[in-house]
C-alpha cells in the first residue's frame, strides 16, 4: 500500500542555517504531494504542494520538488528563523481505493537563535 | 472567520465511559476526516465522510464511531471498547475528497484516560 517516509527527528539548527528534511513516499498512483507544518498545541496546516512530477511547491521560503524517478520530495530552506520551530509533516494523496490523505511520522525542528 | 472548531480542548475518560469529541466546520466543506496523532507516529485516519449521512472506516476504526447528520457537524465518540484511547484527536475538512485538496484542521482535542 502507499507510504510516506521522513527523515528522524528531532533537527536542531542555529538560526539562519540550510535546512533539509527528506521524504520518501510508496504509491501505486500518481499522488498528490504536501508538507503540513504543526506549531505547538495546534492542528496542521498546509504549507506547500505538488500536484504532478517535477513541480515545485513553494512558500514562506520553503520548497519542495516532486521527483517521480527517485519517489521523493525533499523540503528545503535557505535560512531558517526561531518561528520555523514546529513539527513538520510530509504527506500524499490518491484516489486508489478510496481517498485517503497519508501522512508521514512528522519531523520536529528546533531553531536556536 | 471560516474554520474548524473542535471541543473540549482537554478531555479526561474513566474506564468503561464513552466520550463524544465535537468538530463543527463553517467553510461549507463536503468531506470531514478524524484522524489520531501518537507521539512519533504521525496522523491515522480513524473514520472520514464525503457527504451527509454518509460515512467510512479509516486504518483504525475499531473501537471508534461517528455520525454525519448535518453538513457542517462530524463528532466522534470514543468508547469504552477502545483500550487505548489516550492521544491527540485531529478533525479535518476539505472541499472534496480530490487528490488535489487540501486538507484544514482544527485545533484538537487531547483525550486521556483517568
Known amino acids: 500500500g502507499n507510504s510516506v517516509t521522513q527523515m528522524e527527528g528531532p533537527v536542531t539548527l542555529s538560526e539562519e542555517a540550510f535546512l533539509t528534511i527528506n521524504c520518501t513516499y510508496t504509491?501505486?498512483?500518481?499522488?498528490?504531494l504536501f508538507w503540513y507544518v504543526q506549531y505547538p498545541g495546534e492542528g496542521l496546516q498546509l504549507l506547500l504542494k505538488?500536484?504532478?512530477?517535477?513541480d515545485k511547491g513553494s512558500n514562506k521560503g520553503f520548497e519542495a520538488t516532486y521527483r517521480k524517478e527517485t519517489t521523493s520530495f525533499h523540503l528545503e530552506k535557505g535560512s531558517v528563523q526561531v518561528s520555523d520551530s514546529a513539527v513538520y509533516f510530509c504527506?500524499?494523496?490518491?484516489?486508489?481505493?478510496?481517498?485517503?490523505?497519508?501522512f508521514g511520522a512528522g519531523t520536529r525542528l528546533f531553531v536556536k537563535a | 472567520d471560516g474554520g474548524i472548531t473542535q471541543s473540549p480542548k482537554y478531555l479526561f475518560r474513566k474506564e468503561g465511559q464513552n466520550v463524544t469529541l465535537s468538530c463543527e466546520q463553517n467553510?461549507?466543506?463536503?468531506?470531514m476526516y478524524w484522524y489520531r496523532q501518537d507521539p512519533g507516529q504521525g496522523l491515522r485516519l480513524i473514520y472520514y465522510?464525503?457527504?451527509?449521512?454518509?460515512?467510512q472506516k479509516g486504518d483504525i476504526a475499531e473501537g471508534y464511531s461517528v455520525s454525519r447528520e448535518k453538513k457542517e457537524s462530524f463528532p466522534l465518540t470514543v468508547t469504552s471498547a477502545q483500550k487505548n484511547p489516550t492521544a491527540f484527536y485531529l478533525c479535518?475538512?476539505?472541499?472534496?475528497?480530490?487528490?488535489?485538496?487540501?486538507?484544514?484542521f482544527g485545533s484538537g482535542t487531547q483525550l486521556s484516560v483517568l
Open positions: 505538488a500536484t504532478k512530477a517535477d
Open positions: 467553510l461549507n466543506h463536503d468531506a
Open positions: 479535518a475538512s476539505s472541499k472534496s475528497t480530490g487528490t488535489n485538496e487540501k486538507l484544514f
Open positions: 504527506a500524499l494523496s490518491d484516489n486508489t481505493g478510496g481517498f485517503k490523505t497519508i
Open positions: 504509491a501505486t498512483g500518481y499522488p498528490s
Open positions: 465522510s464525503q457527504i451527509v449521512n454518509d460515512f
